[in-house]
């Protein structure tokens, strides 16, 4: 079945960098648009950054551009997201999902358990 593993999180500090990973399984990940989302406490989950298959075109929410860059190993089944001049805004839980829009069929119903960044100094 699709499982989604996001590892890398941690505390960072304002104006800092951090990198968060997404290991997926069950499903031909070199074929799909692969996108980040995040959940700041108290707040609904939104979509960060998308990439195409085949890494052509990426897309960020204006609040990220910038300073995030999402890329993709399709060798490993890994998708990244390297964050750099963190905001304290910044924080929330970060989820990786198929897909390049929240509506898209190609969003999985399974998600993973996130992992956190928290920006705070």
């Known amino acids: 079945q699709v499982q989604f593993v996001e590892s890398g999180g941690g505390l960072g500090q304002p104006g800092g960098s951090l990198r968060v990973s997404c290991l997926a399984s069950?499903?031909?990940?070199?074929?799909?648009?692969m996108s980040w989302y995040r959940q700041a406490p108290g707040k609904e989950r939104e979509l960060v950054a998308w990439i195409s298959n085949g890494r052509e075109t990426t897309e960020y929410i204006d609040s990220v551009v910038g300073r995030f860059t999402i890329s993709r190993a399709d060798a490993k089944n890994t998708l990244y997201l390297q964050m750099n001049k963190l905001k304290p805004e910044d924080t929330a839980l970060y989820y990786c999902?198929?897909?390049?829009?929240?509506?898209?069929?190609?969003?999985?119903?399974?998600w993973g358990q996130g992992t956190p960044v928290i920006v705070s100094s």
């Open positions: 999902n198929r897909g390049a829009h929240p509506s898209a069929s190609s969003v999985s119903s399974s």
């Open positions: 069950g499903f031909p990940f070199s074929t799909y648009f």
